[in-house]
């Protein structure tokens, strides 16, 4: 996955969570604060992806999916 899906992935992930109902989720502020410097850091030029962060968005991802949150 290149920097572009990433970025793609780590919006689409914002929005399915800023969708869901604020009650339902744990630790949705967290989420929301780490993939709103993600995309900040993605952001930038000549960005580089962290050694984590490609496994971080895939296991957010797939905790959403585990939690039958509607993802993108």
């Given at each position: 996955m290149n920097n572009n899906?990433?970025?793609a992935q780590a919006r689409a992930l914002q929005a399915d969570i800023l969708?869901?109902?604020a009650i339902w989720l744990p630790r949705r502020e967290n989420m929301l604060l780490w993939l709103k410097d993600?995309?900040?850091?993605?952001?930038a030029p000549k960005y580089l992806?962290?050694?984590?962060e490609a496994a971080d968005l895939a296991a957010l991802d797939q905790f959403l999916?585990?939690?039958?949150?509607p993802v993108a």
């Open positions: 899906e990433q970025l969708a869901a109902p993600f995309l900040q850091r993605a952001a992806l962290g050694e984590t999916r585990k939690n039958k949150l």
